[in-house]
């Protein structure tokens, strides 16, 4: 991958970094809010990263699953131990825990999503990222105009959950989505056609008249 990617996420990390402890040095501040969005910048990031499995076409499922599986669970599993050591006594803490166990933490209420780490919060939207990314290699490989209706199709989603979305103290099944696949799914789509200008364009010698 471009080096440039992971320029782009460590800035998209120091982002977020910034922002949670902006909020513990001025708590009554939103004047660095804007840096949550480091978050959305490393969900198009997960669009351009999986681009060209996509484009391709060309995807061997089961050691695809098994890649991403030690990628993400392995490390997610011993910090969810060592966080369920550390969280206060609670008679839901076990149930909660089993449903971080299947990314289910975002499902039902913000006590349950923030309860051992709350930032673990975007685990299973990228988990979706991976499912998705063999059905979207399966289609896209049969007519490559399916990226654009998908797209298209992922803003109208998002523009009706966005209408319809409760506060998350009290969710809604519109303010629920939002949180998973539906609400990013027009991130993640717009990081694959910025892979496709990129891939167009990334031989064309810069013109001179451009260059400082």
């Given at each position: 991958m471009h080096p440039a990617i992971e320029l782009f996420r460590g800035i998209a990390a120091l982002m977020v970094l910034t922002y949670h402890y902006a909020f513990f040095l001025m708590p009554e501040s939103k004047t660095l809010n804007f840096l949550g969005t480091g978050v959305d910048l490393f969900f198009v990031i997960s669009g351009f990263v999986f681009a060209p499995i996509i484009y391709s076409?060309?995807?061997a499922i089961k050691p695809y699953l098994i890649r991403r599986f030690f990628r993400i669970y392995p490390l997610y599993f011993f910090s969810l131990l060592l966080y369920y050591g550390f969280a206060p006594d609670d008679p839901q803490k076990f149930a909660f825990f089993i449903d971080h166990l299947f990314f289910l933490q975002t499902t039902s209420s913000i006590q349950e999503a923030m309860f051992f780490n709350?930032?673990?919060?975007?685990?299973?939207?990228?988990?979706?990222?991976?499912?998705?990314?063999?059905?979207?290699?399966?289609?896209?490989?049969r007519n490559i105009n399916t990226i654009y209706i998908v797209l298209i199709l992922a803003i109208v989603l998002k523009t009706i959950?966005?209408?319809?979305?409760?506060e998350v103290s009290n969710p809604?099944?519109?303010t629920i989505l939002s949180f998973?696949?539906?609400g990013f799914l027009n991130e993640f789509m717009i990081g694959v056609l910025l892979f496709s200008i990129y891939d167009k364009y990334k031989h064309q010698k810069?013109?001179?008249k451009f260059i400082l």
């Open positions: 076409g060309k995807i709350g930032v673990t919060w975007t685990i299973p939207i990228e988990i979706e990222f991976y499912l998705l990314v063999p059905f979207l290699a399966f289609l896209t490989v959950l966005i209408m319809t979305s409760t809604n099944l519109s998973h696949l539906p810069i013109p001179k």
